[in-house]
């Protein structure tokens, strides 16, 4: 079955840390893989999107990696502050054409002081 | 980044009316728009796939007749609830995709519609 997991559905860190959230996905061929951030009763704003070709992509504090042979994304915050705290969410296309994105369930991010 | 808005933000109805929820794309052309529910705790769920001009396509399990889309225009998709039931009560966003700027560009998201039906 068809299925993307994200490693944890609550990660706490301590201000300054990375933060190191993953997403693994099963029967799935996507041409890209994005990455959203959702504050509560908001809608999800794009952080990130990295191509199948692509092995990492980085944006300020924000660092993405891509293994289509494990099936894998990392996404990394370094020097992680409060205001970073957050539902992460992955999301990617089913196949080559798509472009209707399926999600995973989140990882909830909190960064204490 | 380009804006989307939604309307309402949060409503309430009784069991059995209808509802209609308006998606736009604020300053871009949005060729296909997407629309996804999320319950409490929940991943987004992709509910239909909507292009300017032709009719919606519904996921699976999901009752067309109950979940209007119409997306008249570039800007502009609306989703109706019909004869909407406590069941139906969610977090509705709509997201805009515009082709033309390539098969990768992001999709940008709607602050989304809380939905409460009694």
């Known amino acids: 079955s068809q299925k993307i997991e994200q490693n944890s559905e609550a990660l706490n860190i301590q201000e300054g840390k990375t933060a190191t959230l993953t997403c693994n996905y099963t029967n799935y061929s996507p041409a890209y893989l994005q990455w959203y951030r959702q504050d509560p009763g908001r809608g999800p704003v794009f952080l990130l999107l990295?191509?199948?070709?692509?092995k990492e992509k980085r944006k300020e504090r924000l660092k993405v990696t891509f293994d289509t042979t494990l099936k894998q994304s990392l996404f990394h915050i370094t020097a992680s502050q409060p205001a970073d705290s957050a539902t992460y969410l992955c999301?990617?296309?089913?196949?080559?054409?798509?472009?209707?994105?399926?999600f995973g369930k989140g990882t909830t991010l909190s960064v204490s002081s | 980044g380009a804006v989307v808005s939604q309307h309402p933000s949060r409503v309430i109805c009784k069991s059995g009316t209808s509802v209609k929820i308006e998606c736009r794309s604020l300053?871009?052309?949005?060729?296909?728009m997407f629309w996804y529910r999320q319950f409490p705790k929940q991943s987004l769920m992709l509910m239909a796939t909507s292009n300017e001009g032709s009719k919606a396509t519904y996921e699976q399990g999901v009752e067309k007749d109950k979940f209007l889309i119409n997306h008249a225009s570039l800007t502009l998709s609306t989703l109706t609830v019909t004869s909407a039931h406590p069941e139906d009560s969610s977090f509705y966003i709509c997201?805009?995709?515009?082709?033309?700027?390539?098969?990768?560009?992001?999709?940008?998201f709607g602050p989304g519609t809380r939905l409460t039906v009694l």
């Open positions: 990295i191509r199948e070709n692509e």
């Open positions: 997201s805009a995709h515009n082709l033309e700027r390539g098969a990768f560009a992001e999709q940008f």
């Open positions: 999301a990617l296309t089913a196949n080559q054409a798509g472009t209707a994105l399926i």
């Open positions: 300053d871009f052309q949005a060729t296909t």
